[in-house]
């Protein structure tokens, strides 16, 4: 892996930026795999800096990795909105090329196997992603076992606890998500791992240095040959680099 260790978030987010940038200028139809929360603010930030100079993204398809379930796109924290807010509203994409699972689906296994077929047809050139403290990657949850493919997923209580930051209190904070599996994360032709600040550093070490171990789903990351590791020093402290 390719680890990369920056002062700042925000200096990171301008490397991550412009990573994306050479996928999008390098391709002819780029597929943009993104995550949310707060760690890729950054990067969303110096992608938009990026847009308003120039950058053309008309030509760019986009898939998150996930959404609440129960909360409508139009809700404030779902992740529909979030992605509104940080980039879709500020840059150029087209909107029937951004796509994210239905938080709010009536029949939630139709919703996995239409997410399922909509990564099918437009492969991910780079993915996106952020970690739980928990060694989350998308909301594939540390478990006996990791799936493959778009499921819903119960959020752990330390995920609830953590996400509860962007809402009024844990409370509100909805209990299940659909998420891209496993397998999906492992098929994108190139991946970052981005992580920020002191309580994601001892679990960078055990994602990045300790076997793989599905309680630390970060970890599966170890079998894909284009991983960039892109940390602020503070996560990076348990690293010997
Ligand atoms: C969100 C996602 C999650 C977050 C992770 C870190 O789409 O997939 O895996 O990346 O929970 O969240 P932050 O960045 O808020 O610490």
Redesign the pocket.
């Given at each position: 892996m390719n680890i990369r260790v920056f002062r700042t978030p925000s200096d990171a987010g301008i490397y991550a930026a412009s990573i994306l940038e050479r996928v999008v200028t390098s391709k002819e139809r780029p597929v943009l795999g993104?995550?949310?929360?707060?760690?890729?603010?950054p990067v969303y930030e110096a992608f938009v800096n990026l847009v308003r100079c120039g950058l053309d993204v008309s030509h760019v398809t986009t898939l998150?990795?996930?959404e609440y379930i129960g909360l409508a796109p139009d809700h404030p924290q779902s992740?529909h909105a979030?992605m509104n807010e940080h980039l879709f509203s500020k840059v150029g994409i087209p909107v029937e090329s951004t796509h994210l699972p239905n938080g709010i689906a009536s029949d939630l296994r139709a919703e996995c196997e239409r997410y399922n077929a909509v990564i099918r047809k437009n492969p991910i050139d780079i993915q996106i992603?952020?970690?739980?403290?928990n060694g989350?990657?998308?909301?594939?949850e540390p478990s006996h076992t990791l799936i493959t493919g778009t499921h819903v997923v119960n959020l752990s209580a330390e995920?609830i606890k953590?996400?509860a930051?962007?809402f009024q209190n844990e409370e509100e904070v909805p209990r299940q998500a659909i998420?891209m599996g496993v397998q999906s994360i492992l098929q994108a032709k190139q991946i970052i791992l981005?992580?920020?600040?002191a309580q994601?550093a001892e679990i960078i070490r055990e994602a990045l240095n300790d076997g793989i171990r599905t309680d630390v789903p970060a970890s599966i990351l170890q079998l894909h040959k284009d991983v960039t590791v892109i940390l602020d020093e503070q996560s990076a402290r348990h690293l010997d680099l």
């Open positions: 993104l995550a949310t929360g707060g760690t890729v603010i998150n990795l996930d992740y979030f992603l952020g970690i739980g403290v989350h990657i998308g909301f594939n995920t953590m996400n930051r962007f998420t981005l992580a920020f600040g994601k």
